[in-house]
């Protein structure tokens, strides 16, 4: 039996996010997120830290959710996340996405993104990020790849129903056109890793400029592949995996 399917996954409203909880997803998130690009206007090229304060201003008594992974009682993942209904149907918009990274490599972001929308019928899924591995786990979840021609064409409804929640993203320089679908939120992160996996991800999204992250969506109207969801994108079901939903 793989060892993820030891791990437990749960999910709790914002607005049931207490101050120990935030203290262990700031700690992760310093520990694991990465570091500040060399060009970033503070902290050029240390260690990226948010602190518990920042989690209770922000995410709490707010429409997000929390999505947690622990070994035991040692949290080794959180994802932070909106979802809501539309007239095209629900949609799900994840803001932040961390793996321990000693935990890394074994599957863990897929399973979180399962853990969260299960095998929804949704409308649309999507990240904000500037790692090539989140961008791939979205894909595994939901079997479809990111496609910046696709994401194009839903620009507007992205941007009204997925976009408009989210404070740092509402009103954020979006470039959603030849190949590209890149947002300019600010965030100056260090991109030097995973250079293959990057140069994937540019292929679909573009190349990401200082203080980008892509905005990577699927559609339920992509057809589903589940060939290379299962190679590519290194998605394995794990229907063992323990999984608690709080709502």
Known sequence: MSK??????????????????????????SSSYGQWSKRAPINPGQPIRLGP????????ARPYRIAICRDADRLVAEAIYIEKA????????VV??????????QGIATALLHAIWGFSDYFAWGIVTSSPCTVEALEGATFRRCRADVIASHSAFVRRAMLADVPFMKDAPWICENGCSRIDTGFFTDRRAKPLAR???????????EGEEWLAVTFREQPLDLEEGCSSFRCQMRPMVKRKRFH
């Open 86 to 93: 539309t007239s095209r149907g629900r949609v799900s918009l």
């Open 96 to 105: 932040q996405l961390v793996v321990d990274k000693s935990y890394r490599r």
């Open 199 to 209: 140069k994937r991800v540019e292929a679909r999204l573009g190349r990401l400029c």
């Open 4 to 29: 993820l399917a030891e791990y437990e996954f749960s999910v709790i409203d914002g607005k049931d996010l207490e101050r120990s909880l935030a203290k262990e997803i700031s700690d992760l998130f």
């Open 53 to 60: 304060s920042y989690y209770l201003n922000n995410y709490a």
